[in-house]
């Protein structure tokens, strides 16, 4: 089985960046040769081109949501992104639920049979910075668990 790791962020925008790094991190763990392990600050429907052809896809974003908490970690299935706010770099572009819901219906066939969303809640608005804020990168560690945990499940 094909998968993929993608991390969504730019790691210049701050807390936006927080995909980028746990991908980061991931793929000096994982050394398996059935298993991509990519960072991307690309959005929108450029992401389909990123994960077609996969059997399964992690996608590690950044999420802002009402009543969720900054820094805690939610795994999340395509259905789940409704309530979300997810920035994209174009007020032109779609974001991710809307992008995977067009690559569902026009793609269906190219499309990986599982997407597993980690999504990290964060609250400040992208600004230019390298640094996060300590809640959001005290995530990192947790959320990198999480999803070696879903590669190997016990």
């Known amino acids: ?3 993929l790791i993608l991390g969504i962020g730019n790691p210049l925008l701050g807390d936006d960046g927080v995909g980028f790094h746990i991908a980061q991190a991931l793929a000096t763990l994982i050394k398996d040769e059935n ?6 600050s690309v959005d929108g429907l450029n992401l389909l081109e990123l994960i077609i052809g996969y059997d399964k896809v992690i996608i590690v ?3 802002m949501t009402k009543g969720r908490e900054v820094g805690e970690i939610y795994k999340l299935r395509p259905e789940d992104l409704a309530d979300t706010v997810h920035f994209t770099t174009s007020p032109h572009n779609a974001n991710l639920a809307i992008a995977l819901e067009v690559g569902r219906k026009i793609l269906a066939e190219q499309m990986p049979g599982e997407i597993v969303v980690f999504a990290v ?7 230019f910075t390298e640094e996060m804020t300590e809640t959001v990168k005290a995530a990192i560690p ?12 016990t």
């Open 61 to 63: 974003d950044a999420i």
């Open 121 to 127: 809640g964060i609250k400040q608005v992208p600004r």
């Open 35 to 40: 298993i991509d392990v990519e960072d991307t």
């Open 142 to 153: 947790t959320a990198v668990n999480l999803i070696l945990q879903e590669l190997n499940p």
């Open 1 to 3: 089985m094909r998968t």
